[in-house]
């Protein structure tokens, strides 16, 4: 039998706005498990997630989720992609219920009721179904928008800074959720500037700056300081490869 397609290839990807190069021929694989993206503000960590999740298209490259081609097909991926970034995607003058039946009835899912009220429970949130999010603190929208990202339980997840915003107890919560999904078969990306998180949480890690990819390997063997010594020496290379201004 042939092996499994990998869960996330990119190839040569590259997003310009302009002249500016916000993704420049990244080429990465990602054959399951979690993996950290890591980087400085605006090194296109961002922008290489919302590549991946369809909602903004490459100027050039290829992008395959589980074999399928994302730029061919975008709508036959989105079905198996969660997505949690900085913006909740939350109605506000709707419930939290509401929020997640809309959501759920967008992704054609079945038996409601039941799902609503799982997802709530797994992220700290039962008993407040009917409350409107207009009254929820940021670490409650934030629960209630990882409810809204698994709710269909996708295949690849896709987190920009989710620990943004949560107190202890919510962190705790959404490492615990990231731990069970991985053996269930959801592929991570997470998108972090915490390295212990890297550590604690992902099989890989890949770095990114000034749009290019320029370190990655595995999490096994590696302590903090190995990981912040290879994060800095990837850093201070692609800076002294930029040619100075004349």
Same mark, same amino acid.
């Given at each position: ?37 890591? *980087?400085?503000?605006?090194?296109? +960590?961002?922008? &290489?997630?919302?590549?991946? =999740? /369809? $909602?903004?298209? @490459? #100027? ?74 207009? *009254?929820?603190?940021?670490?409650? +929208?934030?629960? &209630?928008?990882?409810?809204? =990202? /698994? $709710?269909?339980? @996708? #295949? ?45 949480l992902a099989e890989r890690f ?41």
């Amino acid at each position: 039998m042939p092996s499994p397609a990998p869960a996330i290839v990119l190839e040569n990807v590259e997003k310009r706005y302009g002249r500016i190069a916000a993704l420049d021929g990244v080429d990465l694989i990602v054959p399951g498990g979690a993996i950290a993206l890591l *980087g400085p503000n605006g090194a296109g +960590k961002s922008t &290489l997630l919302r590549v991946v =999740a /369809t $909602l903004s298209k @490459p #100027t050039r490259g290829g992008i395959f989720i589980r074999g399928v081609d994302a730029r061919k097909e975008p709508e036959r991926v989105r079905a198996d992609i969660g997505l949690i970034s900085h913006q909740t995607h939350l109605y506000e003058d709707l419930t939290a219920g509401e929020n997640l039946r809309f959501y759920g009835r967008l992704y054609g899912l079945g038996d409601l009721k039941e799902r609503v009220l799982q997802a709530l429970a797994e992220v700290g949130l039962s008993g407040r179904e009917h409350d409107r999010v207009r *009254g929820f603190s940021r670490g409650m +929208k934030q629960r &209630l928008a990882i409810a809204r =990202a /698994t $709710l269909h339980q @996708p #295949t690849i997840l896709l987190l920009d800074e989710p620990f943004a915003g949560l107190d202890a107890a919510a962190r705790a919560m959404l490492s615990e959720r990231l731990r069970l999904l991985r053996p269930a078969g959801c592929t991570v990306i997470l998108v972090t500037h915490d390295l212990q998180r890297c550590l604690d949480l992902a099989e890989r890690f890949a770095i990114l700056n000034r749009g290019r990819l320029v370190a990655k390997g595995e999490t096994a063997g590696k302590s903090i300081e190995n990981l912040k010594r290879c994060y800095e020496n990837a850093i201070i290379q692609r800076l002294s490869a930029i040619p100075a201004p004349e």
